[in-house]
């Protein structure tokens, strides 16, 4: 875990107490007063309901209106047209797109093999350009991309990764210790304790990769709806690498 201060050190070090996460806190309590006890304790009253959540009644109101979306949809058949291509040695996926670079659609079959019969066996390419491409590393995890990440690769449900990742954050016996090995798992924010990134990140990849591998610390992507109450989810520290500690985790909590 990253050291903490204590009351004293933290009172010799005041900092800045931002009014905006003040004013955001006292307006999520109002919401609890007005919402979680009058509108949950009528509800339960009349429909047996167990809460009226901010949370649950507008992730319900957006079920519902996907669901009525989906009941409505009228579904459409097209065709589209693409090949395989073998470029010195290598397959390589062609499609047919208009001048914009979007993929034509055919309203019949018969419409697309019609076209699909005039492309010859040889293609002949009339210009190539190279370019230089650079991939900057994806945002640092949230609830939500940690959830899509662990079913991408793991096939895992909701439940089984906030299960592990709750357990992570609570702590795992480690040889007799228990410690968390990530910070918060439920939160919005990509961003990123600067004391973790150069007290930690920086050292570590220099370490294991090299210098040139060490970037710049990007900000976090906030929106009006980002609260940012807590930071990314990330580990809690860079010496207990996964492999380190998979005696002491089940397979979920390894591949979380």
């Known amino acids: 875990m990253l050291p ?20 955001s806190q006292l307006t999520r309590r109002m919401y609890d007063r007005i919402i979680g006890f009058k509108l949950s304790g009528l509800l339960s009253r009349k429909i047996g309901a167990k809460s009226a959540g901010r949370v649950q009644s507008p ?37 047919l797109v208009d001048e914009k670079g979007k993929a034509i659609e055919f309203k019949t079959e018969d419409e697309a093999k019609a076209v699909l019969a005039k492309i010859p066996n040889t293609l002949s390419v009339f210009s190539l350009k190279t370019s230089k491409k650079t991939i900057a590393p994806k945002d640092p995890l949230t609830t939500s991309t940690l959830q899509q990440e662990a079913s991408r690769l793991y096939h895992l449900s909701t439940s089984k990764t906030m299960e592990a990742a709750q357990k992570l954050y609570e702590g795992i016996n480690l040889g007799g210790e228990s410690i968390g090995l990530i910070t918060y ?35 976090a992507k906030k929106n009006s709806l980002t609260q940012d109450a807590h930071e990314a989810i990330r580990p809690t520290g860079t010496h207990r690498e996964p492999r380190l500690v998979e005696q002491y985790l089940t397979k979920e909590q390894y591949n979380v």
């Not at 903490?4 to 004013?23: M, N, S």
């Not at 669901?67 to 499609?95: F, M």
């Open 185 to 219: 798992m439920r939160t919005d924010s990509t961003r990123l304790s600067e004391r973790f990134y150069h007290v930690h990140a920086v050292p570590f990849i220099k370490e294991r990769f090299g210098e040139q591998f060490i970037g710049s610390m990007r900000s």
């Open 4 to 23: 903490t201060l204590t009351a004293k050190e933290a009172l010799a070090h005041p900092g800045v107490i931002d009014l905006d996460l003040v004013e």
């Open 59 to 95: 992730a319900l109101k957006m079920i519902v209106d996907n669901d009525k979306a989906v009941a409505e949809w009228v579904p459409e058949n097209y065709w589209t047209i693409s090949v395989q291509l073998k470029v010195e040695g290598k397959e390589v996926s062609a499609s």
